[in-house]
């Protein structure tokens, strides 16, 4: 048992929380909105973003960030992306070198390029080196909140954190295997969601599944050179958090990624698509981010460059599809 606190209270937290306190841990849920914190603790239930899903008695809703982190063993972080570095700076008087820090964000900062493990390394650079775990994998908040089987992995460069976490928070509903391929699982975690839009666009676009597997597929070689351009490992991209998570965020009918993708293909604007959505969709911050990274490294990356330009360039999902259809011939490789 492990004293928790989990900060973010959006749908992946929540059901995080639930996670959490199922596998016998106390569990403070952290809530920017002190609204959503007194919803949480009156009606013991995330009403605005993960309805129907009753909150268990070991879990407690809070905005007070420094009562969440009092005496917190495992500090698990599921805030969006581009907030991540001003959540940790907020976090900072509260923190000490004993916590293990699990980041369940799956996205990459725009302004610098950085891995979420790297934004939490720059963050607390001033006060110590962070015992780091990034969690991963395919896991939809609604399903996990209903208690069905999940897998996931966790993965640190220093196996005790990950078996920590893994102890932590796993049970017979849900498993948690470890790595130490931290690269790869951040980067997996981020890319697929830019693919997500993608495999949308094709779906809104009228197109069959021929379409959609060849897309996913070519995704995940963009997904692991990119990867292995950054030191992880090829076979971690094959895994729960890199082909795992691109199955489930491609095709199932809960991602927001695949969401904002297919609304594109069907004509919609995206300024119109994401302001009717209470949740980000990381994919769409993640295309400019993974663009430009990918410029600066060298890496050939046309689908995510194709999502990029039809995100922030206008182009058309059809003009994508046929740009990429178009593109010379050459042997297949990652």
């Keep these: 048992m492990k004293a928790i606190a989990i900060i973010g209270a959006g749908s992946w937290g929540t059901a995080l929380a639930m996670v959490a306190a199922r596998a016998g841990n106390p569990v403070r849920l952290w809530a920017h909105s002190a609204e959503v914190a007194e919803t949480l603790e009156r009606e013991r239930e995330n009403t605005v973003y993960l309805p129907g899903f009753p909150l268990q008695p070991g879990i407690e809703p809070t905005s007070d960030l420094a009562w969440a982190l009092e005496d917190a063993e495992i500090v698990l972080t599921v805030v969006p992306s581009h907030v991540s570095r001003q959540i940790y700076g907020r976090m900072q008087p509260h923190l000490n070198p004993q916590m293990i820090f699990v980041n369940a964000t799956k996205g990459i900062e725009i302004a610098t390029q950085m891995r979420m493990e790297e934004v939490v390394r720059d963050s607390l650079q001033e006060l110590f080196e962070p015992r780091y775990v990034v969690l991963s994998g395919p896991s939809f908040a609604q399903e996990v909140a209903r208690d069905e089987p999940c897998a996931i992995v966790a993965a640190s460069h220093t196996a005790n954190w990950a078996t920590t976490v893994q102890e932590a ?24 969601n830019v693919m997500a839009i993608a495999t949308g666009a094709v779906n809104g676009l009228g197109l069959g599944y021929n379409s959609a597997a060849a897309l996913v597929t070519r995704g995940l070689a963009e997904m692991t050179r990119l990867a292995v351009r950054l030191g992880g490992r090829p076979e971690t991209l094959a895994g729960l958090a890199g082909m795992g998570d691109l199955v489930l965020t491609c095709f199932g009918s809960l991602s927001r990624n695949r969401r904002v993708g297919y609304e594109l293909g069907q004509g919609r604007a995206l300024a119109d698509i994401i302001n009717e959505m209470r949740e980000v969709a990381e994919g769409v911050k993640t295309a400019r981010a993974a663009h430009e990274l990918a410029l600066k490294l060298g890496v050939e990356m046309p689908i995510t460059s194709g999502v990029y330009q039809m995100l922030y360039e206008d182009k058309s999902p059809r003009q994508l599809e046929i740009e990429l259809m178009e593109r010379p011939l050459k042997r297949e490789s990652i």
């Design 169 to 192: 928070l796993s049970s017979n509903r849900f498993r948690v295997y470890t790595n130490n391929d931290v690269t790869g699982v951040e980067i997996g975690a981020s890319i697929k």
